[in-house]
């Protein structure tokens, strides 16, 4: 305990032990660096680091299967994938209803059962996410009268019903009889639209 190791000029008994200290078992975990945006039913993932007791670096256990629940959101994932200290969790989907195309806030929580603290929360926005559904009214048959135009009312929908935008969206609806011009409705920002063009003019054989 004082560090001396001789007395009367002689050196005392010593032994040399080589030890080597690994970290504990994983019981806690924080979460990686995210990649946004995150849209309605479009897959994402999210990064697990797991640490010991004392909040050293922890392999996750192959056993380990993360629990994902958000009020307001049906979520499931794919798989998970093990590298050194980290598990990602893959191919996440979430569905729920966002409302606007600004998007909505959700409290997330991930838990791994079987870890002394199993739980922890982040704040994730969800925006509407990729055309999945065309909502077109009427739906029901319609009846013009010849040298008039129609008109739809367009809804772009994602998978979970939001209403949903993108760059470079337009509906276009083409006639059977290919001398009736189309129609062409663009909905790049706001993902609905009344569908309509020129009159329809079908002109008597001769």
Known sequence: ETGITTFAG??????KIKFTVTEGEPEKFNIGLLEGPFRIGA???IPLEFQDEFGNPSKPLPDMKPVLEANGLELKYDSVQIKGNSMLIKG???LGNVAVSSGKSFSLLIKVPGLEESGQTLKIRMLPGPPHL???????????ENGKAVKFDIEVRDQAGNLTTQPRMQVVCKFSDSTLPAYTLDCSTSGQGTLTGPPLLIKKKQ
């Open 10 to 15: 002689k050196n005392l008994p010593s032994e």
């Open 43 to 45: 897959p994402f993932q």
């Open 92 to 94: 996440i989907v979430a």
């Open 134 to 144: 065309l909502k077109v009214s009427p739906e029901d048959e319609i009846t013009t």
